[in-house]
């Protein structure tokens, strides 16, 4: 049970209506608080922004990069076929004969004095002279 005042003890009692009271300087320095907390926020904000364009950025040229990679790369194995066509054997021969060449029906050996084969001693001294040169630092 819960006993209950008179009601002429509670109009003796003293109100008790507190409240708190903050002064203009207070005020101030909380509102400047909260205006340096918003800037803050609204600069990283801005700056998380600045990094995702950066980024971005760099992804796009990486995406030209490799697609100019891959251009060079189908022009290297296009060029790598007109190669391996203009060495073919066949067509070497067909274009030969269109100009008259043909293959030699008999073979000669041409021997030019001087340039047969060298002297014994013609070895030995290039032995002596690959000895000489490396065994020099």
Not at 47 to 76: C, G, K, P, T
Not at 79 to 99: N, W
């Amino acid at each position: 049970m819960v006993a209950r005042a008179h009601p002429a003890t509670r109009a003796l009692a003293p109100r008790r209506d507190f409240h708190v009271v903050i002064g203009p300087k207070l005020r101030r320095r909380r509102l400047a608080q909260w205006a340096m907390f918003a800037i803050a926020g609204c600069a990283l904000f801005l700056l998380l922004i600045l990094s995702r364009i950066a980024l971005d950025r760099h992804a796009f040229v990486i995406q030209e990069m490799e697609q100019a990679i891959a251009a060079e790369e189908a022009r290297y194995w296009q060029l790598r076929l007109e190669v391996s066509e203009l060495r073919d054997p066949a067509r070497i021969s067909r274009m030969a004969q269109s100009m008259g060449m043909v293959y030699p029906t008999e073979v000669r050996a041409v021997e030019v004095p001087g340039l047969g084969s060298p002297d014994p001693g013609v070895e030995e001294r290039w032995v002596n002279l690959k000895l000489l040169l490396s065994a020099q630092p």
